[in-house]
């Protein structure tokens, strides 16, 4: 590619100005911007949004991002007028359940280096006098928060882009999009073609038209979310500031227990709701932009529906009584983009070279997807990770449109919600079952969903062994939290597992065929070990990105020269591997390769535990001895009766079998199993039992505990990185200590936690704390029945060492733990089990 390729990003709003300034200040000259409206407000979101800016979130991706968009909008001026008020912000809690929700966001906040703090009612009503402070129960302070000026900010970055050669196309709407051999190579205009060797769609809710013109599935809902501002309020003259009638002294305002959030403007009052009924929209049903946008009339500007405001009206004046006083003096339906799992869409398209979104983007996020996107095409890697945010992470059923709308309206619906981080949605349901879903269902099972699959969480058929268990086993009591999507049945699956052996549904995860005469090539190149080996091997190894980051682990088993099966993550993996089998096809066709998704038509069983050779040897007419089947060894065999690629792989701490079979013949493999397995004690076992152990035996896992903001040592997966090995993407781009570069986790190492106190069970995200400063955050934990007590992994300066002591914040209360040494539980091929309670 040119040391300056030719850049068309289609929309003039606040991500694609800013990806255009990203772009600049990388050296990237050959930039032009598209967009259907008059540049000086194309009719957008941009146009209409409030400009409120909370940066905190569950997430450490979204909260980066909204950091950088402070910081850059704070810094872009003009003749001393900022696009950024940052007046605070100050969420209040009128409930008990909101009060503790402010806790976790709180601990949020410190997880991820935001400055907050909670606070009284008496400080919420000092901060913010117009309170009642009959209703309030509390609160929480970010300083750092603030009002956005989107629509000026854009007129500034047009600006300054300008000065440095983007070229603008106002009032030009888009008409197609240019492709040949599958990569881009053009914007078709209705003056005509602007050639491209990038395209980056920043079209925002009209982005599903945009990628319909690419033949690129967008999944992205329209959504129109009201937003209303009140008279002049009599005898408040309101901030008096160099932003006019839109200034504010007062922090910006969420009243969350009632979807609703509050800005000043000037002496009028700005009121933003979600709680009225989802009201989709069409983006293609708007009709054209017109040539004229003002204030009052654009695309993204709908009819005002007062009947759907009414309850939002009555709400205000009770938590705001000066509102009494004035009335609603206009207001608008606005259009938003939703998405099927509330994250924005960015990156590129998995079936066409060179053309990227950057969609479903709000104000708060702007300028930090637009750095992210800029650092993917000038560098190949954003130092934030993208995984919660990639275009490519979602599953083919989840691109239907039926579940893209039902989805992001259920999202619209929930957006202010306390929402706990295992609640499965209710409803679309379904969607994938693994063949062995009725036996599941006979088991009692409870299923939760990921990916459109249904996958137990644990199994009521279970119950009556809890009573059974020995002293030591016996679950301990949890808060109330920590008690949502639990039963005590998983600590008899855990015991099952460890003493005898039990099935675990597999099934959903990815499974990958990799063949032809370049599959040896295409994965020496990609993974960081070596998978040259003969067939019948299997080994464990990581794929990089370009700066040594941890995209997946995978296990690659050999079954023939040319011949491999792969266990990925996600649709993010299938997708970077069909694209790396593209390239290389294309460019040397002696070495073609063919990659092919296996999931949908085959299923898995997860065979583990002491007892586990005993029942796949008495259901299997194979040796499947130590002889016959060595640990990380695969080979094709039959299990009763039934053909299957059999891997004898650990993932729990147990020895055992990952059986595949084609889904036809799943439903007699489990019966299988579970005839040869009743005397030795089989049990079904569920996903909650199988996290809780793979923490014990130290299996991480990727996109949880460790991400492209992690290297190989930084995430104690060194191991998986042949010595000496050379030439694969990533190698030596950290120099094998994955040192950080920028906004990624910079000297830290992923650490093992134990709880002191045997007791307090955290679920993830909490922050850790080392002499009362907090210094990282905890990626997963469980109850480690094996242990006794509860295990997590954490993210902590290299400085902090096995044996040291910190202590997790969860819910404002401070947890003690010790940093403990791994593997917590192993138990050897030969039946020895190493197990370290605590330091």
């Avoid at 929700?101 to 606070?119: C, D, F, N, Q, T």
């Avoid at 990770?385 to 083919?396: D, I, K, T, V």
Wanted: hydrophobic content about 40%.
């Amino acid at each position: 590619m040119a040391p300056s390729p030719r850049v068309v990003i289609i929309g003039a709003g606040i991500v694609g100005t800013n990806l255009a300034d990203e772009l600049v200040s990388r050296g990237w000259t050959n930039i032009t911007v598209v967009d259907q409206g008059p540049l000086d407000m194309p009719g957008g979101s941009t146009s209409h949004a409030p400009g409120l800016v909370f940066q905190t979130s569950p997430s450490k991706t979204m909260t980066a991002f909204a950091q950088y968009t402070v910081a850059k909008l704070l810094a872009l001026q003009e003749d001393g007028q900022a696009c950024f008020n940052q007046v605070g912000g100050l969420e209040v809690a009128t409930t008990p359940a909101r009060v503790e929700e402010l806790k976790r966001k709180h601990g949020w906040a410190s997880s991820w280096g935001v400055e907050a703090r909670p606070v009284s009612v008496d400080e919420c009503v000092k901060m913010y006098p117009l309170l009642n402070r009959e209703l309030v129960l509390g609160g929480l302070h970010i300083p750092s928060d603030g009002l956005a000026l989107a629509a000026r900010a854009v007129q500034l970055l047009i600006a300054r882009t300008r000065k440095a050669g983007v070229r603008y196309l106002g009032k030009t709407p888009v008409t197609g999009i240019q492709q040949a051999d599958g990569r881009v190579t053009g914007v078709a205009t209705r003056d005509g073609t602007v050639p491209a060797d990038i395209v980056v769609s920043c079209a925002g809710f009209w982005g599903v038209e945009v990628g319909a013109m690419a033949g690129v599935a967008i999944p992205l809902q329209a959504m129109a979310h009201q937003y209303a501002k009140t008279a002049s309020i009599p005898g408040r003259p309101g901030p008096t500031g160099p932003l006019g009638p839109n200034s504010a002294d007062l922090p910006i305002l969420r009243h969350q227990d009632q979807d609703l959030y509050y800005r000043e403007h000037g002496d009028r009052f700005g009121i933003g709701y979600y709680g009225h009924r989802p009201m989709p929209v069409v983006a293609a049903e708007l009709g054209a932009t017109p040539a004229q946008v003002d204030e009052q009339h654009m695309p993204s500007r709908l009819r005002f529906t007062p009947e759907d405001f009414a309850p939002a009206w009555e709400l205000s004046q009770q938590l705001l009584p000066v509102l009494r006083e004035t009335t609603v003096a206009d207001g608008f339906n606005g259009i938003f983009s939703f998405t099927p799992d509330g994250g924005p869409l960015v990156g590129q398209a998995p079936d066409l070279d060179g053309f990227y979104v950057a969609e479903a983007v709000w104000v708060t996020h702007s300028a930090g997807v637009a750095r992210a996107v800029a650092e993917i095409l000038t560098t190949g890697r954003s130092r934030v990770n993208l995984a919660e945010c990639e275009l490519s992470r979602f599953e083919q059923v989840q691109l239907a449109p039926a579940y893209i709308g039902e989805t992001s309206q259920q999202n619209f619906v929930e957006v202010y919600d306390i929402v706990h981080p295992y609640q499965p949605r209710d409803s679309p349901r379904n969607l994938r079952v693994s063949p062995f879903h009725a036996r599941q269902r006979e088991l009692g099972a409870f299923f939760l969903e990921a990916g459109g699959w249904e996958r137990p969480d644990w199994y009521e058929a279970n119950a009556a062994l809890v009573h059974r268990l020995p002293e030591r086993w016996k679950p301990v009591e949890r808060d109330v939290w920590a008690s949502r999507y639990y039963s005590p049945v998983v600590a008899a699956e855990a015991w099952k597992t460890r003493t005898a052996v039990a099935m675990y549904d597999m099934t959903s995860q990815r499974r990958v065929e990799i063949s032809g005469p370049g599959a040896v090539g295409l994965l020496q190149r990609l993974t960081t070990g070596d998978v040259g080996a003969r067939p019948g091997v299997v080994t464990y190894t990581l794929l990089l990105d370009g700066q040594g980051g941890i995209r997946t682990d995978a296990t690659v088993a050999r079954l023939g020269a040319d011949l491999f099966h792969v266990s990925a993550t996600g649709a993010m993996d299938m997708a970077y591997l069909t694209r790396e089998a593209r390239v290389q096809t294309k460019t040397t066709p002696e070495r073609f390769v063919l990659v092919r998704d296996l999931t949908g038509g085959t299923c898995c069983i997860g065979l583990w535990g002491p007892r586990a050779q005993a029942v796949v040897t008495a259901a299997g007419a194979d040796d499947f001895t130590d002889r016959g089947h060595p640990y990380l060894g695969v080979k094709k065999a039959f299990v009763g009766g039934i053909p299957v690629t059999a891997t004898r792989v650990s993932r729990i701490g147990e020895d055992g079998w990952e059986l595949c079979a084609s889904a036809d013949t799943g439903l007699r493999l489990w019966d299988a199993l579970w005839r040869a397995g009743q005397p030795h004690g089989i049990a079904a076992a569920g996903r909650a039992a199988f996290l809780a152990l793979r923490l014990e035996a130290g299996t991480r896992l990727c996109g949880v505990d460790v991400t492209t903001e992690h290297g190989a040592v930084q995430a104690g997966l060194e191991a998986a990185v042949q010595p000496g090995k050379q030439g694969y993407v990533g190698c030596g781009a950290r120099d094998g200590d994955g040192d950080g570069d920028g906004d990624g986790d910079g000297d830290t190492r992923l650490r093992c936690l134990t709880v002191d106190d045997g007791r307090s069970v955290v679920l993830g995200k909490e922050p850790v704390f080392v002499n009362g400063r907090p210094v990282g955050y905890v990626t997963s934990a469980a109850f480690g029945y094996t242990l006794g007590r509860p295990v997590a992994f954490a993210h902590l300066p290299s400085s902090v060492a096995e044996g040291d002591a910190v202590e997790m914040e969860y819910f404002g209360r401070r947890i003690r733990a010790t940093v403990a040494v791994e593997p917590l539980y192993h138990r050897t091929l030969g039946g020895q089990v190493r197990l370290r309670p605590r330091l």
